[in-house]
């Protein structure tokens, strides 16, 4: 198994261009969320999906879309880029949400100019 | 809101001593969550504690959960060098982790000879 991977490693954007973060895992986990890791921050929630085709928000979800088609697949979006989405972003994914143990990806390093 | 709380937030010790980090939590659960990162690297689950009294040990690693105090803590025995890393705690949102978990800034651990 790969666990959880996540693309790109590292992505230099100028404000205002909007790109994807992939992420997929290939332990037939349903639950999968994204955080971002900021300089003497803990992570913060961004979203979280229970499910393909279900989707929620977390504590800083503005300016991020995901979407969740398939139980594999769980892309963040940036709309429009701002320098305060400079950050790391890791996605997590377990079997249930509650009581497992989550497994995070090796994080996207993000730059927005 | 729920706030996670850990002190200290930076500790230098010298390896052989023993140590405890602390994690505070603001509100009612029963599931908190032990990581460990390395610099540029990403989160590691160490435990997963899901009961009033839980203790698990791990090595030099001990981590326990008083849910009635909303306290946790992660006891490091007789330190080594490899022990160095940042530990982070984190909590259920609703109390479980099923949307997502709520993180503490981290306790940045150094261990000299």
């Known amino acids: 198994n790969a666990g959880v991977t996540q693309t790109p490693k590292f992505q230099v954007l100028k404000t205002g261009q909007s790109m994807t973060l992939q992420c997929a895992q290939d332990?037939?986990?349903?639950?999968m969320s994204w955080y971002r890791q900021d300089p003497g921050m803990g992570l913060r929630l961004i979203h979280y999906?229970?499910?393909?085709?279900?989707?929620d928000q977390g504590e800083v979800p503005n300016g991020y879309n995901v979407s969740r088609s398939t139980t594999e697949d769980f892309p963040l979006r940036l709309l429009s880029a701002a320098p305060s989405q400079t950050s790391v972003y890791f996605c997590?994914?377990?079997?249930?949400?509650?009581?497992?143990?989550?497994?995070f990806g090796p994080g996207t390093r993000l730059t927005v100019l | 809101e729920l706030k996670v709380e850990q002190n200290p937030l930076f500790l230098s010790m010298q390896e052989g001593k023993n140590y405890t980090i602390y994690c505070n939590y603001s509100?009612?659960?029963?599931?908190l969550y032990w990581y460990r990162q390395d610099p540029g690297k990403s989160l590691e689950s160490l435990f997963v504690?899901?009961?009033?009294?839980a203790v698990k040990q791990e090595g030099r690693l001990m981590a326990s959960l008083d849910t009635k105090a909303r306290l946790s803590t992660l006891h490091i025995t007789a330190a080594v060098h490899d022990l160095s890393a940042t530990y982070f705690c984190?909590?259920?949102?609703?109390?479980?982790?099923?949307?997502?978990?709520?993180f503490g800034k981290g306790t940045h651990l150094i261990i000299q000879p």
């Open positions: 997590a994914s377990s079997y249930s949400g509650s009581t497992d143990t989550q497994y």
């Open positions: 332990m037939n986990h349903e639950y």
């Open positions: 999906s229970v499910g393909a085709g279900i989707t």
């Open positions: 509100t009612t659960s029963d599931r």
């Open positions: 504690l899901l009961s009033n009294g």
């Open positions: 984190a909590v259920g949102r609703s109390g479980g982790g099923a949307d997502g978990l709520t």
